[in-house]
Nanobody, 125 residues
Framework: QVQLVESGGGLGQAGGSLRLSCAAS????????MAWFRQAPGKEREFVAS????????YYSDSVKGRFTISRDNAKNTVYLQMNGLKPEDTAVYYC??????????????????WGRGTQVTVSS
């Protein structure tokens, strides 16, 4: 089992920055890929960013590319999402996700088998 706990959400201003953290514990050595998703009220959960622990491929959604950066601290088993240039449409609950098996997919919720409980990000205009 892998446990994921997000933190760092809160209220931000348009044009500002926030950094989210996802602390992983348990069988973290068994995970192959990590990701951030988000879900706004009344909308489906959507992909934000993802990377593989091997470091060979990192992906971003078009809506955050150039503004958000996903990174990790292997020693701390922590994944980060640095969010710059915030926009009101970034308002959502942000979820950390992990996958414990090899697969080519990375963009769908179904591509991941472990999830955190989420952290709220609200961006004011």
């Amino acid at each position: 089992q892998v446990q994921l706990v997000e933190s760092g959400g809160g209220l931000g201003q348009a044009g500002g920055s926030l950094r989210l953290s996802c602390a992983a514990s348990g069988r973290t050595f068994s995970t192959y890929r990590m990701a951030w998703f988000r879900q706004a009220p009344g909308k489906e959960r959507e992909f934000v960013a993802s990377f593989s622990w091997s470091g060979d491929n990192t992906y971003y959604s078009d809506s955050v590319k150039g503004r958000f950066t996903i990174s990790r601290d292997n020693a701390k088993n922590t994944v980060y999402l640095q969010m710059n240039g915030l926009k009101p449409e970034d308002t959502a609950v942000y979820y950390c996700a992990a996958r414990s098996y090899l697969s080519a997919g990375y963009r769908r919720s179904a591509d991941y088998d472990y999830w955190g409980r989420g952290t709220q990000v609200t961006v004011s205009s």
